[in-house]
């Protein structure tokens, strides 16, 4: 057997190593440009995942918001068309109100007085006094009585102030009679005809301070049409 001499064999091996190590060399050279895209890609694919995520969270926020203005719309829709609907209503009620009126006082000719009263106020006053309310409840007290009746109401004042003022304040008291016949009451308002009177017609003179006193008053009066029927009898108060 022949031996390979150990300077041969050394020298193959060194050769071998040399190769070996330019082949590892040139491979890492290769791959590496392979490696840093794929880490790439990967940074890439990552982030795109995150945007969509992001971007999924904020259209779900958005459809959220989407759908509550949704619901608020809806509920001020609804709220708006009940009220329509109320005032709707309430017109009716007036209009069927105001005919109910029409119809009376178109022949209010044919309306006779059962009882009136008269309250009185202070000056540049609208507030009723506990006499006043008292007179109030006994012309109020025969109301169950009357058979197709109607209160009027007619606000007066003295003559001391501009004409216009004094209009507003008849009418302000005359509202104060309504409201308490109509609050204690439940005299209907188509029940009721109103007018303030101002100082248009005076139940006494004005140059005395006792005769303004007695016209600054509200005349109330319960008046039916159904004279055939028995009725309450005339208890005009004095004035």
Known sequence: MKRVPVIGVLVLAGLALTVGCATKKEVTRETTPMTNKINELDDLTAQTTR??????????????????????????????GQQADQAQQLAANALNGTNALAERVANFDNYTPL????????????????????????????????????????????????????????????????????????????????????KDRPESKNATAQGRAENRRVDVRLMSNMTGETQPSNTAASR
């Open 51 to 80: 945007n969509i995520r992001s971007l999924d969270s904020r259209t779900q926020q958005d459809i959220q918001g989407v759908k509550s203005k949704a619901g608020e719309a809806d509920q001020h829709a609804l709220a708006a």
């Open 115 to 198: 009882t009136e009263v008269a309250v009185h106020f202070a000056f540049n006053k609208a507030d009723l006094t506990r006499q006043d309310k008292q007179q109030l409840d006994q012309l109020a007290q025969q109301i169950p009585n009357a058979k197709g009746y109607i209160v009027q109401i007619e606000g007066n004042t003295d003559s001391v102030g501009d004409a216009q003022y004094n209009y507003q304040l008849s009418q302000r008291r005359a509202s104060s009679v309504t409201q308490y016949l109509a609050h204690k009451y439940n005299v209907p308002p188509h029940k009721i005809y109103v007018i303030g009177l101002g």
